[in-house]
């Protein structure tokens, strides 16, 4: 699972939440290096014409934006959520690449844990409510991810 809960004493709890890459970053290469063999192998029938030089650009084009597409997809996921869980409070950091930090904060016993079935930009929407803000956290996490998290959530929650 794309998060870790940490506990360093029974009143502090830390919980940890990242985007899941099905690409590691070792497998970026070949997959650019399999795409563009794959693609130049049917080039060496048409080499030395006149359709092989019309082709290239398209096939070559083709890799970039793959790269080009991957390389944004590695950008996209440098979030990270920490939810900090200690006697009395509850703090929600999200950090996010270029942009501003994003923090919540509330008392425990007022926090409210919601799982939002339909309605919201994802289906199991996980959210946190208290001291007048309701916020997301775990939207870049699967289905089945967001509704494990909505249970600990709410039981580590009313622990404190």
């Known amino acids: 699972m794309p998060y870790r809960w940490t506990e360093t004493d029974p009143e502090h709890k830390t919980l940890l939440l990242w985007p899941h890459s099905s690409l590691p970053k070792e497998g970026f290469a070949t997959v650019i290096m399999m795409t563009f063999v794959l693609i130049i192998t049917p080039l060496f029938m048409v080499l030395g014409t006149i359709v092989f030089w019309g082709l290239l650009p398209f096939l070559i084009g083709t890799v970039f934006f793959l790269w080009w597409g ?14 900090t869980i200690t006697g009395d409070n ?10 501003d930090d994003k923090e919540w904060t509330c008392n425990s016993y007022w926090t409210r844990v919601s799982l939002h079935e339909t309605g919201g930009p994802v289906p199991n929407y996980v959210t946190l409510a208290g001291n007048g803000r309701e916020v997301e956290i775990g939207a870049f996490l699967s289905e089945e991810e967001r509704i494990s998290l909505f249970d600990e959530l709410k039981r580590n929650i009313h622990k404190a």
Not at 90 to 99: D, M, P, S
């Open 90 to 99: 509850v703090h929600l950091l999200r950090e996010q690449l270029k942009r």
């Open 70 to 83: 991957l390389q944004r997809s590695y950008r996209d996921q440098k979030i990270r959520e920490t939810l």
